[in-house]
């Protein structure tokens, strides 16, 4: 089995309203030094040794519905 990891994070531009709640809480709680804070997800599953081109499939898996491709970026990490 490989070890997939998908990481997903708004695209620059994209308004990231949970960043922005992040950053204007740790704000509040005195870490003023914080800026610009993006909020993502991180997907991590096992993936059949049988599937030959893990990346290509890993990648149509992110097309298709881990990722919003609109306004969502993604990377791949297969161990």
Same mark, same amino acid.
């Given at each position: ?6 990481? %997903? ?24 030094? %914080? ?22 499939? %890993? ?21």
């Amino acid at each position: 089995m490989a070890k997939v990891k998908v990481h %997903v994070f708004l695209k620059p531009g994209v308004l990231d309203v949970q960043g922005k709640a992040v950053e204007g809480a740790l704000q509040g709680l005195g870490w003023n030094g %914080v800026a610009n804070a993006r909020v993502g997800k991180l997907i991590e599953f096992d993936l059949d040794d049988a599937v030959a081109d893990k990346e290509t499939e %890993v990648k149509r898996m992110c097309e298709t519905l881990l990722a919003n491709t609109v306004i969502e970026s993604y990377r791949i990490e297969i161990a």
